[in-house]
Every structure is written in C-alpha cells, then in structure tokens.
C-alpha cells in the first residue's frame, strides 16, 4: 500500500498496522509512506513512483489474460 505521512487525523500508523497484520498472516505485503504527502498524492515524484508500485503489484497478482 501507499500512504502519505502527513495526514492529521491518522497518519502513517493505520497502513502500517495493516501491513503487519497481513505479513504476520503469511500476506506478501508492503507499505511506501510519503512523508510529504497527506491525504492523497500531489507531487508528482510521489505520484509516479505511487502508481509505478501499485501497477507492478496489480501485474504480479492479477496479469493479463
């Protein structure tokens, strides 16, 4: 997952807590915080590497027929 560490209310803590969960249950996980980012991505550096990573799990886990 992806999550931006700036974010008020909750911040980073909630994804990351997931990831744990999952990986703990055997879950190939993974977490990228923007520690300049909050709810959602506005720099596209961020943005990019966002969607590079979630196209790579999305290829790995659901390919194309």
């Given at each position: 997952g992806?999550?931006?560490g700036a974010v008020a209310l909750i911040g980073a803590g909630?994804?990351?807590g997931l990831t744990?969960?999952?990986?703990?249950?055997?879950v190939e996980a993974w977490?990228?915080?923007?520690a300049d980012e909050g709810h959602g991505f506005y720099k596209e550096?961020?943005?990019v590497e966002a969607f590079?990573?979630?196209?790579a799990f999305l290829l790995?886990?659901?390919p194309p027929n």
């Open positions: 992806v999550g931006g909630l994804g990351v744990i969960v999952k990986f703990a249950n055997g977490y990228v915080v923007f550096p961020n943005r590079e990573r979630i196209q790995k886990y659901n």
